[in-house]
């Protein structure tokens, strides 16, 4: 069965409660200016909400009695001021080049740290424009906790090109379709990746660890992948495009594994099995949320499936294939 949401509405056009199929609701309430000022939520805990007359919101009253409280600067509107539920006060100032104020500008964030300490963040930006006239962001500058980290971004993709923290650079490079092919890093760190010409998906990792394969189907889906360490994982589809049957070998401990799995309409997995170890069968309520699992196998099946599937992450994941340093 399909999971519902119900709605209700105010004669306005305004939610006035939205409830699950399993009756799970939450309220909202609305006042002359059509400023959201009161809600509920499934678990039956009440929010009040107050706001300026330019509707900015000014305050959040809980529950418990606590509040939280939101100022804003006069001339535009920017948060100014936050006092959370706990007390502490987090303040912004707003500053900019002012030889480039629309294009270059920065957020000063101060708080206090857990040793009574005011600490400030900084988060700068900094716009260019491309030849085409449209604009995008070429660097940002933060200090967190007295961390600088600055990132340069491509003109064509907005993708990171180089970071700069502390004493150390990682740079990127991207083909013509803005996907990454190398990364490297002053610490030593390098990933090198190429690309399927029809799916664009990765068909080899090279990295400091080894290497690491990918083969797809007709259809783009991963059929194989095998690593320099003798790791390599097969999965077979059925003609829905689900997986019926993963097959994990490791060639060093010469340890080979067979899952093979059974859905429902729903394309949800009722059924796990492994030869000569046993079944997960998985049992579900009429709105798609598991409601059992069950082995006779017991905690021995249930271990074997999960190593299974942390060796395909393993080999599907390799270290250093991400845009951060």
């Keep these: 069965m399909?999971?519902?949401?119900?709605?209700?509405?105010?004669?306005?056009?305004?939610?006035?409660?939205?409830?699950?199929?399993?009756?799970?609701?939450?309220?909202?309430?609305?006042?002359?200016?059509?400023?959201?000022?009161?809600?509920?939520?499934?678990?039956?805990?009440?929010?009040?909400?107050?706001?300026?007359?330019?509707?900015?919101?000014?305050?959040?009253?809980?529950?418990?009695?606590?509040?939280?409280?939101?100022?804003?600067?006069?001339?535009?509107?920017?948060?100014?001021?936050?006092?959370?539920?706990?007390?502490?006060?987090?303040?912004?100032?707003?500053?900019?080049?002012?030889?480039?104020?629309?294009?270059?500008?920065?957020?000063?964030?101060?708080?206090?740290?857990?040793?009574?300490?005011?600490?400030?963040?900084?988060?700068?930006?900094?716009?260019?424009?491309?030849?085409?006239?449209?604009h995008y962001t070429y660097r940002i500058l933060t200090v967190v906790n007295n961390v600088k980290t600055e990132t340069i971004y491509t003109e064509c993709c907005s993708l990171p090109k180089q970071i700069k923290r502390g004493k150390h650079i990682t740079n990127f490079e991207y083909n013509k379709k803005g996907l990454l092919v190398k990364k490297f890093s002053s610490r030593g760190d390098f990933v090198e990746l190429n690309y399927h010409k029809k799916f664009n998906k990765i068909t080899k990792v090279v990295n400091k660890n080894g290497w690491t394969n990918f083969e797809y189907d007709k259809k783009g889906n991963l059929k194989r992948a095998q690593n320099s360490k003798g790791m390599s994982v097969l999965l077979i589809y059925d003609t829905k495009g689900r997986i019926a049957k993963m097959m994990d070998v490791n060639k060093k401990t010469k340890k080979k594994r067979a899952l093979s799995f059974i859905y429902n309409a729903q394309g949800k997995p009722i059924e796990i099995s492994m030869a000569k170890v046993g079944k997960i069968n998985v049992k579900y309520d009429n709105y798609g949320e598991i409601l059992k699992v069950e082995s006779k196998s017991g905690h021995r099946m249930a271990l074997q499936v999960t190593q299974a599937f942390q060796s395909l992450l393993a080999i599907v994941k390799p270290a250093g294939v991400n845009l951060n340093m």
């Design 2 to 134: 399909a999971k519902q949401v119900f709605f209700t509405w105010y004669p306005d056009g305004k939610v006035k409660s939205v409830e699950s199929g399993a009756g799970k609701k939450t309220l909202y309430k609305y006042d002359q200016n059509h400023n959201l000022v009161e809600a509920s939520d499934i678990a039956g805990n009440k929010f009040a909400y107050e706001y300026d007359f330019n509707h900015n919101m000014t305050g959040i009253k809980y529950k418990d009695g606590s509040s939280m409280k939101i100022a804003y600067t006069k001339k535009t509107q920017f948060v100014e001021q936050i006092t959370k539920k706990s007390g502490e006060v987090v303040s912004y100032k707003y500053e900019s080049n002012p030889k480039n104020p629309e294009f270059h500008y920065w957020t000063l964030v101060a708080k206090k740290n857990p040793a009574g300490k005011e600490i400030t963040n900084r988060y700068e930006y900094e716009i260019k424009k491309k030849p085409d006239g449209s």
